[in-house]
T-cell receptor, first 113, second 112 residues
Framework: DQQVKQNSPSLSVQEGRISILNCDYT??????FLWYKKYPAEGPTFLIS?????DKNEDGRFTVFLNKSAKHLSLHIVPSQPGDSAVYFC????????????FGTGTLLAVQP | DTGVSQDPRHKITKRGQNVTFRCDPI?????LYWYRQTLGQGPEFLTY????????KSRLLSDRFSAERPKGSFSTLEIQRTEQGDSAMYLC??????????FGPGTRLTVT
């Protein structure tokens, strides 16, 4: 039972354009959502998070949008840079960020120079 | 900057052998987590500790798996009688009571 889904295994974007990564979830009890970036041979690196009481959170080039009615969140990267090329994981948790995280399967982002 | 460290980074073992991995969290973090990641999947939760207390264990953590955090600092994850299906990346993360989880580089286990 995949509670967090990333339906696009890969995405290719030109440098300078917007990257939009999508994530859907099934459990309406999730109250905290996070995005992690992972390079090969490294552990996931935290990018940005959002609480279920908000619908948008922004940090520099990264913005996460949450649509609770659709059980959907997205990560926008503007402008995209070649160094952003990595696997991006969406994760969700109950009762805040310090409990177990439930991850999606990831989306491989390739930013073309 | 001392982040989460894991040792070893790679382990190749024969089926049926026991293996033990170590995780050293960020020093002031009192929560420590273990996850497992297989090819094409996201990390899957295994267990977590608050200080030395193991607060939750996943159904994925069969009786061949045991995790400890004896003094509330580093943690070990032991797999007994390894099987080929145990081949995966084992990730450790740590956090403060209110804060995000910071991951280590992982230990890649290959069971032949």
């Amino acid at each position: 039972d995949q509670q967090v889904k990333q339906n696009s295994p890969s995405l290719s974007v030109q440098e300078g354009r917007i990257s939009i990564l999508n994530c859907d979830y099934t459990n309406s009890m999730f109250d905290y959502f996070l995005w992690y970036k992972k390079y090969p041979a490294e552990g996931p690196t935290f990018l940005i998070s959002i609480s279920s009481i908000k619908d948008k959170n922004e940090d520099g080039r990264f913005t996460v949008f949450l649509n609770k009615s659709a059980k959907h969140l997205s990560l926008h990267i503007v402008p995209s840079q070649p160094g952003d090329s990595a696997v991006y994981f969406c994760a969700a948790s109950f009762r805040g960020a310090t409990n177990k995280l439930i991850f999606g399967t990831g989306t491989l982002l390739a930013v073309q120079p | 900057d001392t982040g989460v460290s894991q040792d070893p980074r790679h382990k190749i073992t024969k089926r049926g052998q026991n293996v033990t991995f170590r995780c050293d969290p960020i020093s002031e973090h009192n929560r420590l987590y273990w996850y497992r990641q297989t090819l094409g999947q996201g990390p899957e939760f295994l267990t977590y500790f608050q200080n030395e207390a193991q607060l939750e264990k996943s159904r994925l953590l069969s009786d061949r798996f045991s995790a400890e955090r004896p003094k509330g600092s580093f943690s070990t994850l032991e797999i007994q009688r390894t099987e080929q299906g145990d081949s995966a990346m084992y990730l450790c993360a740590s956090s403060l009571p209110q804060g995000g989880q910071y991951f280590g580089p992982g230990t890649r286990l290959t069971v032949t």
